[in-house]
């Protein structure tokens, strides 16, 4: 449910080839905001690019979804929009190469946590101003889950309506008998929150010990010098 576990050959070509070009658009843009960052940056960003690889390797099986826990709110708090997709683009290349895929849904799932992980950061500041920060992590968490998930279904959705040959994916045809029926209501939401809920405690958690240790790499506001701190190092893009 976090990303799309689909094999080659299953999704319809222009799906795909405009997930790919889009991300791909998307690596390019970020690779330019990012350009001139030091070392000390890319080192942040790649050892949490660890963590979120190393999470969501570990898929966990939820009726007929197998769901992955991905960090990407946190992860997009900590490091901006830009950083942030470029971590995710790589994460999923890295999961298809373990077989979480197919190399068609790279494109696709690099849009699907990408920009999921894109609208942590800004909501992140928008709250922080406004209450602790630890809460503002867990609620920008639980919007960047939202948001994952959707484009999700969106792209099951699209795909079927277009090509019925991929109704006949396993992943594909539970989430659209599931759908029916009003069934989205009665079962596949109480998951999504149930999962969304476990993200935004984990967020809750990170922020709460990055709060007590290490304040300055989360995000500052500027809302009345409001939980003002420096950022962890110069060069981070939002």
């Not at 949490?48 to 960090?71: E, K």
Request: aromatic share 6%; charged share 10%.
């Amino acid at each position: 449910m976090s990303h799309l576990h689909i094999p080659d050959g299953v999704l319809p070509p222009i799906v795909w080839i405009v997930g790919l070009v889009l991300a791909l658009f998307g690596v390019a843009l970020s690779a330019i905001a990012t350009r001139g960052v030091g070392p000390q940056r890319i080192a942040f960003q790649s050892a949490l690019g660890g963590l979120m690889l190393a999470v969501m390797a570990i898929p966990v099986p939820i009726t007929a979804f197998d769901y992955c826990m991905t960090l990407a709110g946190p992860i997009g708090v900590l490091l901006g929009a830009a950083s942030a997709f470029q971590v995710s683009f790589v994460v999923t290349v890295i999961l298809a190469l373990m077989g979480q895929g197919g190399f068609t849904v790279i494109g696709l799932n690099a849009l699907v946590l990408g920009l999921g992980a894109m609208t942590a950061r800004p909501l992140y500041r928008w709250m922080a101003a406004r209450m602790r920060r630890p809460l503002a992590m867990a609620l920008a968490t639980a919007v960047s889950q939202l948001v994952s998930s959707a484009l999700w279904l969106a792209v099951l959705a699209v795909s079927v309506r277009l090509s019925p040959v991929a109704a006949a994916d396993e992943e594909v045809h539970h989430t659209i008998r599931w759908l029916q029926g009003g069934a989205l209501v009665a079962l596949l939401a109480p998951l999504l929150l149930v999962a969304v809920g476990v993200e935004s405690l984990l967020g809750y958690g990170l922020a709460q010990f990055l709060d007590r240790v290490r304040p300055d790499l989360l995000p500052s506001t500027n809302a009345q010098g409001v939980h003002a701190k420096p950022e962890a190092s110069k060069g981070s893009h939002d």
